[in-house]
């Protein structure tokens, strides 16, 4: 591998970046870098970082070279060994069965119901005050009783799997490796995971045919063992509550600032998937997808070398001029939509991409029919931030 200063010598750019810019606005960052610096290394990250669309298409579809499972992983080292993790047969062994329970029809008979009723639930707390802050009473709520119901869990455990995302989310992002983010993690994992076997035992008793039930019952090409269920239940649950929370952060916060694009939505609901499809790669809640390269390979004129890391940015990618048309204006019926990546590509892609578009979609559809006129509090205005999963960290709004 390159010493660190050398690298910093060929990146210049790359030597520049900080955390607390790229938290703030990684934009005008991902702008320069694909013009002038397309994979670059960052110390800040302590990664090489690749940002335009072809390269990371090339590295997200390549698993030969480009793997996600080594100690160098966050998600690896917070969670062990998962479909997330795993390449191959492995992989297809954890996710596979699962990929019919995750399409559009299944989302829509198993889950519909129950992502409406949670929706006017919270929504009952707050709808007659004519303001709220969105996040704590309604965006960081709906996805965990969702996933709740989901996996056939019970309601009251709401708060103590609020709990447990936050370390994991916190671990997720520690590309600086920091101990005492990874220790609280491994012992919040720890603590899931025996919650996770009591609720297993549970369904044992008394199966319900929802997700940790069928997670027990698959048994092509072979049943998973008890540890196995708990580490893939441990992955859908973490992706099942942060691309949620934010897409609905997100596309709230951007129709507030776009609202003739709210105006077309009340005046034609079908547009809603190309909405979300439009905020997801306009406003990049989950920024990047790193890889580790396990044998010597060159793309976008870098030699990569077995133990290296990419993080490819997705959100980068989702602004490529080469690709996307005016791509820092947010204009959800472009032609090129479909094509983004912001819930990744290839075999590792999103499998809850379909919940976390159902979830959002349903809870802007029934908070704008609830709070008529829903607009941003201009005496509290919102900030979006985070350099990996990013959204407003509070969202302040009227009607």
Same mark, same amino acid.
């Given at each position: 591998?390159?010493?660190?200063?050398?690298?910093?010598?060929?990146?210049?750019?790359?030597?520049?970046?900080?955390?607390?810019?790229?938290?703030?606005?990684?934009?005008?960052?991902? =702008?320069?870098?694909? &013009?002038?610096?397309?994979?670059? @290394?960052? /110390? !800040?990250?302590?990664?090489? *970082? $690749?940002?335009?669309?072809?390269?990371?298409?090339?590295?997200?579809?390549?698993?030969?070279?480009?793997?996600?499972?080594?100690?160098?992983?966050?998600?690896?080292?917070?969670?062990?060994?998962?479909?997330?993790?795993?390449?191959?047969?492995?992989?297809?062994?954890?996710?596979?069965?699962?990929?019919?329970?995750?399409?559009?029809?299944?989302?829509?008979?198993?889950?519909?119901?129950?992502?409406?009723?949670?929706?006017?639930?919270?929504?009952?707390?707050?709808?007659?005050?004519?303001?709220?802050?969105?996040?704590?009473?309604?965006?960081?709520?709906?996805?965990?009783?969702?996933?709740?119901?989901?996996?056939?869990? =019970?309601?009251?455990? &709401?708060?103590?799997?609020?709990? @447990?995302? /936050? !370390?994991?989310?916190?671990? *997720? $992002?520690?590309?600086?490796?920091?101990?005492?983010?990874?220790?609280?993690?491994?012992?919040?994992?720890?603590?899931?995971?025996?919650?996770?076997?009591?609720?297993?035992?549970?369904?044992?008793?008394?199966?319900?045919?929802?997700?940790?039930?069928?997670?027990?019952?698959?048994?092509?090409?072979?049943?998973?063992?008890?540890?196995?269920?708990?580490?893939?239940?441990?992955?859908?649950?973490?992706?099942?509550?942060?691309?949620?929370?934010?897409?609905?952060?997100?596309?709230?916060?951007?129709?507030?600032?776009?609202?003739?694009?709210?105006?077309?939505?009340?005046?034609?609901?079908?547009?809603?998937?190309?909405?979300?499809?439009?905020?997801?790669?306009?406003?990049?809640?989950?920024?990047?997808?790193?890889?580790?390269?396990?044998?010597?390979?060159?793309?976008?004129?870098?030699?990569?070398?077995?133990?290296?890391?990419?993080?490819?940015?997705?959100?980068?990618?989702?602004?490529?001029?080469?690709?996307?048309?005016?791509?820092?204006?947010?204009?959800?019926?472009?032609?090129?939509?479909?094509?983004?990546?912001?819930?990744?590509?290839?075999?590792?892609?999103?499998?809850?991409?379909?919940?976390?578009?159902?979830?959002?979609?349903?809870?802007?559809?029934?908070?704008?029919?609830?709070?008529?006129?829903?607009?941003?509090?201009?005496?509290?205005?919102?900030?979006?931030?985070?350099?990996?999963?990013?959204?407003?960290?509070?969202?302040?709004?009227?009607?």
């Amino acid at each position: 591998m390159e010493p660190a200063l050398d690298r910093s010598q060929q990146y210049p750019l790359g030597a520049s970046i900080t955390l607390e810019d790229m938290n703030v606005d990684p934009y005008p960052i991902y =702008s320069r870098l694909r &013009e002038s610096e397309p994979i670059t @290394w960052s /110390d !800040a990250y302590n990664m090489y *970082l $690749a940002t335009r669309y072809e390269d990371v298409q090339a590295i997200l579809r390549d698993t030969e070279n480009f793997v996600v499972g080594t100690e160098h992983s966050t998600i690896m080292d917070t969670f062990g060994e998962h479909m997330l993790t795993t390449e191959g047969e492995q992989h297809d062994t954890y996710k596979k069965p699962l990929l019919p329970t995750f399409r559009p029809g299944s989302i829509r008979a198993l889950m519909e119901q129950a992502i409406r009723s949670h929706c006017n639930e919270l929504i009952d707390g707050f709808a007659s005050g004519g303001k709220v802050e969105l996040r704590s009473a309604f965006a960081s709520r709906l996805p965990i009783k969702t996933v709740l119901s989901l996996f056939g869990l =019970s309601q009251q455990d &709401e708060t103590l799997l609020r709990g @447990w995302y /936050d !370390a994991f989310e916190k671990a *997720l $992002a520690n590309f600086t490796w920091d101990p005492e983010i990874r220790a609280h993690a491994k012992k919040q994992v720890a603590a899931f995971h025996d919650y996770l076997q009591v609720q297993i035992d549970n369904k044992r008793q008394a199966p319900d045919g929802l997700l940790l039930d069928q997670m027990l019952s698959i048994s092509e090409p072979r049943s998973l063992t008890d540890e196995e269920v708990r580490r893939n239940a441990s992955i859908i649950f973490f992706g099942g509550i942060s691309t949620v929370e934010a897409l609905t952060l997100n596309a709230v916060y951007t129709l507030g600032h776009h609202p003739q694009a709210q105006q077309q939505l009340l005046t034609k609901p079908e547009l809603m998937p190309q909405l979300l499809d439009e905020v997801v790669r306009f406003t990049g809640p989950v920024q990047s997808a790193s890889r580790h390269v396990v044998k010597e390979v060159s793309i976008g004129g870098v030699n990569f070398q077995p133990g290296d890391t990419v993080n490819c940015m997705l959100a980068s990618a989702n602004r490529d001029a080469t690709v996307f048309t005016n791509p820092d204006t947010f204009d959800f019926t472009r032609p090129e939509l479909r094509k983004h990546v912001g819930f990744a590509i290839g075999s590792h892609n999103c499998l809850g991409s379909h919940l976390a578009k159902a979830e959002a979609g349903m809870a802007v559809e029934i908070l704008l029919a609830r709070c008529p006129g829903l607009h941003l509090d201009p005496d509290h205005p919102a900030e979006v931030r985070g350099y990996e999963f990013r959204q407003p960290r509070a969202l302040p709004l009227c009607w």
